[in-house]
């Protein structure tokens, strides 16, 4: 059934060319980090994403994945597998470990990465290029129609390339450039599954003269398994309304804004 989803997703979906990167370093390209959890005892896309983002031709890219309750499934996930655990552990503790472990100031991105998505040929590059055509300094790509998305807002919009907002998700997969990090990391561990984070981060941003946003040009499919299928949202959901009641954040009829399109 895996392959079939990524067959089908392939040939639906052809990413829009994007503008050239910029931002070169001495190296010539601008140096992306990739952090990602996978559940290895669980269907998984972990294998896919290794590989599509290894295929980056206008970018350096270095991968850093751990795993949990199981092995990894092939040489190449082995190969950028850099722990395995064998209980659960929220997620941003986790990121919270690997970014100690890592040197993430030496990188212009860094892009945190779930395990279960499907990326149309050619995201990364695409999916980079028009953030920084649109100088967003924190960015997701839309969830395509046919994705559980609790938040419709991040579901692709067809017409347009990407939308600054004041809204980017925690998951599945965003994109944080070196001058924002700073603010955002560590994560708060006192919802270490990241709920809240979202109305929070756009604060952050725009405080610092940050601009955030969602590249619609390259939605990715996130059908294979559904928000909270591996752990408490009762849980989760008692953490961040208690993070939430003591760090400034923005209300969710507020952050759901369109401020411009591209």
Not at 98 to 120: F, G, H, K, T
Not at 242 to 254: F, G, I, S, V, W
């Amino acid at each position: 059934m895996l392959r079939s989803l990524l067959r089908w997703w392939h040939a639906q979906v052809t990413v829009a060319s994007p503008p050239g990167p910029g931002g070169d370093r001495a190296s010539g390209k601008p140096r992306v980090l990739i952090l990602g959890v996978y559940l290895a005892d669980r269907r998984n896309t972990v294998g896919h994403l290794v590989d599509a983002f290894s295929r980056s031709a206008q970018f350096e890219v270095t991968q850093r994945w751990v795993a949990i309750a199981g092995e990894p499934a092939d040489a190449a996930v082995a190969a950028v597998t850099v722990e395995k655990l064998w209980v659960f552990t929220p997620k941003f503790a986790i990121l919270n470990r690997m970014l100690a472990r890592s040197s993430w100031q030496e990188y212009d991105y860094l892009l945190l990465c779930d395990d279960d998505i499907v990326l149309p040929r050619g995201f990364l590059d695409a999916f980079l290029s028009y953030q920084i055509a649109c100088d967003f300094a924190l960015a997701q790509p839309a969830r395509t129609r046919t994705s559980y998305a609790d938040r419709k807002f991040a579901r692709a919009v067809r017409g347009i390339r990407a939308r600054r907002t004041r809204f980017v998700e925690i998951g599945p997969l965003f994109c944080v450039r070196a001058d924002l990090a700073p603010r955002l990391l560590p994560f708060d561990e006192s919802s270490p599954m990241g709920w809240g984070y979202d109305f929070v981060w756009p604060v952050l941003a725009e405080a610092a003269g940050l601009r955030l946003g969602i590249v619609d040009a390259t939605p990715v499919d996130h059908s294979l398994r559904g928000q909270a299928s591996a752990y408490s949202s009762k849980e989760a959901s008692r953490a961040m309304i208690a993070y939430l009641e003591r760090t400034p954040h923005l209300k969710k009829q507020d952050a759901f804004t369109v401020l411009e399109t591209y």
